[in-house]
């Protein structure tokens, strides 16, 4: 049976949808958290950092040797297959690439507010995202939800998947840095607070380290 090792930085970040796929699989799992030194210290090693960057997942006991597994979105979506998070055929599949790629889009803009030095001008960028940004993905994504299971389930088919793990990662972060939106779409918030009871979930909740984002 594989064995699981994630490494990454004391965050949530690009490691936190890798974190709740393997929450909500009940698997055992080393949470390996870097500091900054740590990280420069295998930086170079290919070994360790096939890409110079985090999160890697390492997986052993594999029938052939399977080297670390760089890129967040790839990491998230071997876990997804691996535990039966992918959809049942491969038009649920796509459905579901759908919604991680409007979540993408969604975390480019979280992005540019986070890294804006500026007061004013992350304001500016806040208040932008709410009234016009994220308008459409987010309308789209309850639209989506009220179609699948009138909005009393998940995003594709009739079980969880990746696709509601990462839109409940990025509810997480929408609703708690921006309060508004949670009233604009609550479709969305009702999805976001099932996500966060279901038992797999609220325990990781519970017992994960608090970290800023």
């Known amino acids: 049976m594989p064995t699981y090792e994630l490494v990454y930085f004391n965050a949530r970040g690009r490691g936190e949808i890798a974190r709740l796929l393997l929450a ?6 080393e949470d390996t958290r870097l500091t900054q030194d740590e990280f420069k210290a295998i930086k170079g090693d290919v070994t360790k950092a096939p890409l ?8 052993k006991g594999t029938a052939t040797p399977f080297p670390p597994i760089p890129q967040s979105h790839a990491i998230e979506r071997y876990l997804a297959r691996a535990f039966d998070m992918y959809g049942k055929n491969i038009e649920e599949a796509t459905r579901i690439d759908v919604v991680c790629e409007c979540v993408g889009d969604i975390f ?7 890294f804006e030095k500026d007061d004013a001008k992350k304001a500016e960028l806040g208040k932008s995202f709410v009234e016009k940004d994220s308008k459409t993905i987010l309308t789209a994504m309850c639209d989506a939800l009220k179609k699948n299971s009138g909005g009393k389930g998940f995003f ?3 079980k969880m998947t990746i696709a509601d793990i990462t839109v409940f990662n990025m509810a997480e972060t929408i609703f708690g840095s921006m309060p508004p939106l949670a009233a604009m779409y609550p479709a ?8 966060k009871a279901e038992p797999k979930i609220a325990a990781w909740l519970k017992k994960r ?5």
């Open 24 to 29: 909500q699989a009940g698997v055992d799992y």
């Open 209 to 213: 380290p608090e970290t800023a984002m």
């Open 108 to 114: 480019t803009h979280i992005m540019k507010m986070f």
């Open 156 to 158: 594709v088919g009739d």
């Open 52 to 59: 110079g960057q985090l999160p890697v997942l390492v997986v």
């Open 188 to 195: 969305l918030k009702e999805f976001s607070d099932r996500m």
